[in-house]
């Protein structure tokens, strides 16, 4: 009897890894904007077409990447986060298992463009369905600027599973939302279409929380903090008389 057990081709492993880790438009953003932030960004830039399906775009001026890592990054289990079984239990970072950027680049066209502060010049590296078609140097600022365009062109079947543009955009604002109001010290901006949705300074949690939902939060805000041996809880809560019957608005963030 033959033998049945096949290694998996690369690109096709990729795919199926792809499916856990990039299920819609949001799903990038939220991938993308948390690299940005592990990078040790200050300023983050969001821009998507179409709800995400034409275009998700990430440009952050944080410490990027050589031409080597550049290459790297889009490797299954390639990563910086971690190096030893120790490091598990001691992650101080939003990702670490290294799948993210190989699972995006098997669904989608990925233009990764990205420059450390040291070096005089990048490296802008093409990649569509997890096949590298063009790398070369570019002359660019500090930091990191990637596109993801036609999100699943290679897979249809996933393409056609996809939301209305206002529903998937929904998601992408829920992910952007969450981010933004646990980092209120990195400006962060978001553009759809070419419109400008959020333009969000460094500022305090509670100029954050105003910036983010209006300013009527304003007037609704009370600060609460408590601190034991074990514990630290700090944040804001809306008073009695604002109080809302959805859980839509209620954020927690542990560190």
């Known amino acids: 009897m033959a033998d049945i057990i096949n290694l998996l081709p ?7 890894a792809a499916g856990e880790v990039v299920q819609r438009p949001a799903s990038v953003v939220k991938e993308l904007v948390e690299n940005a932030v592990d ?18 775009q990430v440009v952050d ?34 990702g670490f298992r290294g799948e993210a950027l190989a699972s995006i680049a098997a669904v989608a066209q990925v233009e990764l463009k990205t420059k450390r ?3 005089d ?3 802008r590296l093409v990649i569509e369905g997890s096949e590298v078609v063009s790398q070369e140097p570019v002359a660019m600022p500090d930091g990191t600027n990637l596109c993801v365009k036609n999100l699943f062109f290679n897979v249809p079947a996933r393409r056609n599973f996809l939301k209305s543009n206002a529903v998937e955009m929904r998601h992408i604002l829920d992910e952007f939302t969450r981010i933004a109001l646990s980092y209120p010290n990195i400006a962060f901006s978001l553009y759809q279409n070419d419109l400008e949705v959020f333009q969000l300074p460094a500022a305090k949690l509670s100029q ?11 007037e609704q805000l009370a600060a609460c903090e408590e601190n034991t ?15 809302k019957k959805s859980r839509g608005e209620q954020f927690f963030f542990c560190e």
């Open 208 to 218: 954050r929380i105003v910036a983010v939902f209006g300013k009527s939060y304003k």
């Open 121 to 123: 010049t990048g490296t």
């Open 61 to 94: 001026n944080g410490m990027g990447m050589s031409q080597t890592d550049a290459r790297m990054s889009f490797e299954r289990h390639a990563t910086s986060k971690i190096k030893s079984t120790e490091d598990l239990f001691r992650i101080r970072t939003m």
């Open 39 to 56: 990078a040790a960004a200050t300023n983050i830039q969001l821009i998507v077409k179409e709800a995400g399906k034409a275009l998700i």
């Open 229 to 243: 041996p074990m514990v630290k809880v700090s944040g804001y809560i809306g008073k009695p008389e604002f109080a």
């Open 117 to 119: 502060r040291e070096a």
């Open 10 to 16: 690369e690109y096709l492993a990729n795919q199926i």
